[in-house]
């Protein structure tokens, strides 16, 4: 037996030399090229994905298969290639840099710097494309990766190694949210990914110009494809994110990345599509359009302790018009992931911030790793939250309330005043436990939504001065909250 296994391997290490001798020997030619893409004729042992070298010395990427022609996604927008090119190929992968260098840095999708600083120091190489860890590699999500924002870690709580998607019209906060959970990852040893495709500059520079100045960006690579990048570099970015975190994902790490956002990446890969004469199906999408955010998405897991513990946590946002959740990519979007926080422009509108739609939103495995503390507060307040926004669509009628409804409705309304949260004002999770814990005890039931805030504060120096763990007995927790509401120490 172990002889055919080394028979076979020496068998396939031929057949794999051979087929290289065949590359190396192999020259096409460019037939036409425009819009970041060439067609190629003339190299008929190219494979997908395969990179393609011009000889101005710039690259491209096969694309597109076809009978007589390759069609390849240029890789250099300076590239001097024009028909009648030649063209060679060595059975080459697109890879990008990855390690500790790249924190700090903003990047394009194939890791050169667009910040004006030095090349960057790469420990070594991933692919962009890459098979997604198998199931026996991967473990279960058990630790929290806390947001920071309270109706998220409360309501919706992330795990890491989990794919939740942020879901709603422009301008609702979507990019406002996946920027404070970033904010929020300060000390919580969490390498983050922020890529930005198909943003304006001016977008891009407002967005980096927050992380810096809030301290995030020590900790934080960006990647950028510009709304004036080519099709394909749009196409490549997020796929150059998710290999910059799997590098330090294999090295045990825990990363998240943001993709903002994947209705422009699907945009993109449409047009880029077309360029190549895919046919279009629903909505001029291309028919494996599923297929690109799965594979994409199916590389976020937490590995198991054999394989170093790391996880890759994925937070792709995806933009509806008029509050649709229903249409193509967000409905492809929402079967893939592992949970969706909704934000609602309704909500927005009222200065509800966040506008977390709580009863659309969810998350199937968050709750496995919340702290049992967190979970068990977590819990009730869930159940009253939800009660009170049954309840108060009755109030809308006028109908008369029974005694006991009219409390819910008042605690649920408390509720929402303590929920609204600033951007850029993460809260640690003790604090959280502490508010919560307030609540569920009805120490805040005298409060008046527009003093809650004032009382929530009480409770924040105290617990400054005299901090707890989220493991001390609920008891003790009790008796401190009671103790600073009374303005003690
Ligand atoms: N929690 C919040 N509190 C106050 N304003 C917010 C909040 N979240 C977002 N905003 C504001 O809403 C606007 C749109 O937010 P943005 O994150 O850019 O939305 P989107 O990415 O969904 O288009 C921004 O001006 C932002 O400052
Ligand atoms: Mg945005």
Same mark, same amino acid.
């Given at each position: 037996?172990?002889?055919?296994?080394?028979?076979?391997?020496?068998?396939?290490?031929?057949?794999?030399?051979?087929?290289?001798?065949?590359?190396?020997?192999?020259?096409?030619?460019?037939?036409?090229?425009?819009?970041?893409?060439?067609?190629?004729?003339?190299?008929?042992?190219?494979?997908?994905?395969?990179?393609?070298? %011009?000889?101005?010395?710039?690259?491209?990427?096969?694309?597109?298969?076809?009978?007589?022609?390759?069609?390849?996604?240029?890789?250099?927008?300076?590239?001097?290639?024009?028909?009648?090119?030649?063209?060679?190929?060595?059975?080459?992968?697109?890879?990008?840099?990855?390690?500790?260098?790249?924190?700090?840095?903003?990047?394009?999708?194939?890791?050169?710097?667009?910040?004006?600083?030095?090349?960057?120091?790469?420990?070594?190489?991933?692919?962009?494309?890459?098979?997604?860890?198998?199931?026996?590699?991967?473990?279960?999500?058990?630790?929290?990766?806390?947001?920071?924002?309270?109706?998220?870690?409360?309501?919706?709580?992330?795990?890491?190694?989990?794919?939740?998607?942020?879901?709603?019209?422009?301008?609702?906060?979507?990019?406002?949210?996946?920027?404070?959970?970033?904010?929020?990852?300060?000390?919580?040893?969490?390498?983050?990914?922020?890529?930005?495709?198909?943003?304006?500059?001016?977008?891009?520079?407002?967005?980096?110009?927050?992380?810096?100045?809030?301290?995030?960006?020590?900790?934080?690579?960006?990647?950028?494809?510009?709304?004036?990048?080519?099709?394909?570099?749009?196409?490549?970015?997020?796929?150059?994110?998710?290999?910059?975190?799997?590098?330090?994902?294999?090295?045990?790490?825990?990363?998240?990345?943001?993709?903002?956002?994947?209705?422009?990446?699907?945009?993109?890969?449409?047009?880029?599509?077309?360029?190549?004469?895919?046919?279009?199906?629903?909505?001029?999408?291309?028919?494996?359009? %599923?297929?690109?955010?799965?594979?994409?998405?199916?590389?976020?897991?937490?590995?198991?302790?054999?394989?170093?513990?790391?996880?890759?946590?994925?937070?792709?946002?995806?933009?509806?018009?008029?509050?649709?959740?229903?249409?193509?990519?967000?409905?492809?979007?929402?079967?893939?992931?592992?949970?969706?926080?909704?934000?609602?422009?309704?909500?927005?509108?009222?200065?509800? %911030?966040?506008?977390?739609?709580?009863?659309?939103?969810?998350?199937?495995?968050?709750?496995?790793?919340?702290?049992?503390?967190?979970?068990?507060?977590?819990?009730?307040?869930?159940?009253?939250?939800?009660?009170?926004?049954?309840?108060?669509?009755?109030?809308?009628?006028?109908?008369?309330?029974?005694?006991?409804?009219?409390?819910?409705?008042?605690?649920?309304?408390?509720?929402?005043?303590?929920?609204?949260?600033?951007?850029?004002?993460?809260?640690?999770?003790?604090?959280?436990?502490?508010?919560?814990?307030?609540?569920?005890?009805?120490?805040?039931?005298?409060?008046?939504?527009?003093?809650?805030?004032?009382?929530?504060?009480?409770?924040?120096?105290?617990?400054?001065?005299?901090?707890?763990?989220?493991?001390?007995?609920?008891?003790?927790?009790?008796?401190?909250?009671?103790?600073?509401?009374?303005?003690?120490?």
């Amino acid at each position: 037996m172990t002889a055919d296994v080394g028979m076979l391997d020496r068998l396939a290490r031929r057949v794999e030399g051979y087929r290289l001798t065949l590359r190396l020997g192999e020259k096409g030619r460019v037939a036409s090229v425009g819009d970041g893409i060439a067609w190629v004729y003339g190299l008929p042992s190219a494979a997908q994905d395969e990179i393609l070298f %011009f000889e101005d010395g710039s690259r491209g990427m096969v694309f597109e298969l076809q009978a007589e022609r390759l069609g390849v996604i240029l890789l250099d927008p300076a590239a001097n290639v024009a028909s009648g090119s030649l063209v060679s190929h060595a059975g080459e992968r697109l890879e990008i840099g990855v390690g500790d260098g790249l924190l700090g840095r903003v990047i394009d999708p194939l890791g050169n710097p667009l910040d004006g600083l030095p090349p960057i120091a790469a420990d070594g190489f991933c692919a962009l494309e890459a098979e997604s860890p198998p199931i026996l590699a991967r473990d279960f999500v058990s630790r929290p990766l806390y947001t920071g924002i309270k109706v998220v870690d409360t309501l919706i709580p992330i795990g890491r190694g989990q794919r939740q998607l942020v879901i709603g019209d422009s301008g609702t906060g979507k990019t406002s949210l996946a920027l404070d959970t970033i904010v929020a990852q300060a000390g919580q040893d969490v390498r983050c990914i922020y890529v930005m495709i198909g943003q304006k500059r001016s977008e891009t520079a407002l967005v980096i110009d927050l992380l810096r100045r809030h301290e995030a960006l020590a900790y934080t690579t960006v990647v950028v494809a510009e709304a004036t990048a080519t099709p394909g570099m749009k196409y490549l970015a997020p796929f150059a994110g998710c290999a910059v975190a799997e590098g330090w994902m294999r090295r045990g790490e825990d990363t998240l990345v943001v993709y903002d956002d994947l209705t422009t990446h699907a945009r993109a890969y449409r047009e880029l599509s077309l360029l190549m004469h895919r046919p279009p199906g629903r909505e001029a999408f291309p028919g494996d359009i %599923f297929y690109l955010h799965a594979r994409l998405l199916e590389r976020s897991t937490r590995l198991s302790p054999d394989y170093g513990g790391g996880s890759l946590t994925a937070m792709p946002l995806v933009e509806t018009e008029e509050g649709e959740i229903a249409t193509y990519i967000p409905t492809n979007l929402i079967s893939i992931t592992d949970g969706q926080i909704y934000l609602e422009r309704h909500l927005f509108a009222a200065g509800i %911030f966040p506008a977390v739609d709580v009863p659309l939103s969810v998350s199937r495995i968050g709750g496995k790793a919340q702290h049992p503390r967190i979970k068990e507060e977590a819990g009730r307040i869930k159940l009253d939250y939800l009660q009170f926004l049954e309840l108060e669509v009755f109030t809308r009628f006028g109908t008369k309330l029974e005694a006991g409804t009219e409390t819910k409705i008042r605690r649920g309304r408390l509720l929402r005043e303590i929920l609204k949260q600033d951007r850029l004002n993460p809260l640690a999770a003790v604090f959280q436990l502490a508010w919560m814990s307030a609540f569920n005890e009805g120490l805040l039931d005298d409060c008046e939504p527009n003093s809650v805030a004032e009382t929530l504060h009480k409770i924040e120096a105290g617990l400054r001065r005299n901090p707890l763990a989220l493991d001390t007995a609920r008891n003790e927790w009790l008796a401190r909250l009671k103790n600073w509401l009374d303005g003690g120490p």
